[in-house]
């Protein structure tokens, strides 16, 4: 498991081969992974973390940039501290893969 | 006796897919369709049937049958593929070269034989010196031993060429971990370095390997004539039939290379035994040269292999259903003997049987 | 022509000589057994299911018998078996017909895949089909039984077929397994229809089958559309109470109590969501049937 000094290094992107399928039900999404079988309930905000990730790999910095402005006025630390359980959650359900950049 | 054989649907189709549904009755296919279920094999036939469109042969009302074996065939793909990708994680992190071994090397080597193809478990081979680091690596991520019984235990460990069957215990998956590819105990002795020596890269998986076509018929060959479990014989000369043919259309020499390596590795009779019946049940082309060649070298005494004959093909006759023939079981069971007297020395085999009856297995 | 246009006699020969075969659903089912339990509540509960007609390609074989080994010298026994294969250890013979019941469900349920099966009870009144997943002990069976006694149709106490081509239930009435309690509760509504006799100590303790009503078999042919999915939950003492449940909750709930879920994946996926996209969801909360009733009424009213 990635530790937080790394983590800010890493790159965040959905498993090559995986083809997710999201269904969105008003505070809520089930998730498809094609590749494990199975299916997942997040709530919306975590849901859409995940989309966007899907769409395009992104950095960590890019996501916690985009954390600190959808949670405008909480601590850093705290924003931080909730990316990284996001994250690690994603990569515990293999949702995600973290390498770190090059 | 070959004739009874040749009439069973199934075989039938299995020689000749396009000249069986030309002639086939809808009874027929009703009947292909119990025997290929009752052989595991519904999913093979479905692929075919696929394969070579020949839906419009058959009546409307079996289609479900076929399109649901399909769908099983594919999610069993989708389970391989990750049980591997979930393997490769566990020893990767700990350098540990793999081999893929039987249905999930077909898998991963894009074969023919793993389409329309089910698994129960998958099976991988490591080197006997990291069998231990192997097992702790693959526990520390979540398989467990699943035989608890400390006889069990003894029996794989000292006498078999794996660790006792493990599971996932997340997803309830099988995985068999060999050091080998034949028992220690058994009187052929291939030596393993040489096949080490020759396996090949599984791209975006390093460290992972299969066995080379030609060692990886001589193993389905080996795992069919020295497993005891006959039930899967057919499914067994299915993947063989279809790697014979895969592979003889890809390289001219197969066959000579594959006469040869057999002698090198001293699995000339189990070749002899998969080109035997593949040709008998299946009607494989096998070009009559190499066919002497393995038998000069492979084949056992006259009298053994009228038994064989016998006991095999009865064992390889789907039961119960019409068409089968009486003491399918029994053949069965004759050749579970058989194999065990080929896995260990008898004084160990004894004790081992008599184990297995007094716990109801 | 029906079972019932069967005299006993040719019924039992012919379960003995080459099996018969029934239309179960959209099944053709080829069931022989030379046990006469099983004969006497085939006649019983099945009566009213045509026989097949010769056009008619067999599905699935089913066989009930006492088992061949010397087992059954010490206490009869019946064993279940699908093609020659058996899935299941062998019970005591008086639970023969239940396990016939049971089997066809795990027959079912492994391969009629071009249907996302899931685990529950499914009844239809004015075009509306109501699905009852059920845990054990949920009462989902006797929800299910005594809507039926009111006149719901039942296309299954046992599971829901979801069709992957018309995003439709398609009907698989067969008797009702009730347990315990629940069989004198079901008895002791007025009404016309049937509940067989009482076989006790089998798995699930005392088990009987109510009939599936004449009516319901008749129209197996006809599919529904699913209306609202409810997750009954029977409380001793409790209000009656349907309280609206996420339509995420719903899909992992459904999707747990699915028996080919994990088989099908994506396509399951989809029929799933556009199935609950077109469904209202409930935990549904009760102790008393009439109030149970009343409160699906309104329900398919509303």
Known sequence: MSKAPELDLCTINVPVNANLLFKYWDEECVIYNNLSGETHLLEHYGAELLSSINEQPKTYQTLLKKLTTDFDGS??????????????HFQELNLIEMKACD | M??????????????NPERASKTFSADDWELLIRQSRRTNLLSRIAFLIAERNLFDHIPQSLHFHLEGANTIAYSNLRSVRWEVLKIYEALNQVNLPVVLLKGAAYVMDNKDAANGRLFSDVDIMVKKAQLIDAEKALVKHGWISTKIDAYDQKYYREWMHELPPMRNLKRQSELDVHHTIIPPTAALKPKIEKIWDHVEPIPDYPGMFVLSPIDMILHSATHLFHEGDFSHGLRDLVDLDSLFKEHSEKDNSFWQTLTIRAQEMDLSRPLFYGLRYCKKILGTQIPETCYKQVSAVGAPPRFHLYAMDKMLLKAMTPTYINQSLP???????ILFVRSHYLRMPLKLLIPHLIRKSLKGE | MKISDLPTKKLAYQLKDQGIIINIGPYCINLSSTLATVAVNLKTHYGTYNLATKEDITDFYINVDAPSLSRRW?????????????????????QAFAMFEWGLNWVVANNAHNHLIIHSAVLEKNGKALIFPGSPGSGKSTLCAGLVTQGWRLLSDEMALLSLKTGLLTPIPRPISLKNQSIEIIKSIPGNFFVGESVHDTAKGTVAHMSAPQNSVERS??????????????????????????????????????????????????????????????NFTYQDLDSAYETMDRLIDA
């Open chain 3, 74 to 94: 010490l206490r009869p026994q019946a064993v279940f078996s699908f093609d020659g294969h058996i899935p299941f250890k062998p019970l005591p013979q008086p």
């Open chain 2, 2 to 15: 070959h004739k009874s054989l040749s009439q069973i649907s199934l075989v039938q189709f299995l020689k």
């Open chain 1, 75 to 88: 601590p850093q630390a705290k924003i931080a501290g909730h990316l990284e359980n996001i994250l690690t």
């Open chain 3, 221 to 282: 042919h006809e599919l529904a559309k699913p209306s609202a999915v409810i997750f009954p939950k029977y409380r001793n003492g409790a209000e009656t109470d349907l309280s609206p449940l996420s339509k995420g909750r719903t899909f992992l709930a459904l999707a747990d109590n699915s028996f080919n879920y994990h088989v099908l994946g994506e396509t399951a996926f989809s029929a799933l969501t556009t199935m609950i996209d077109q469904c209202k969801c409930y």
């Open chain 2, 327 to 333: 003491f399918a079981g029994f053949a069965n069971f």
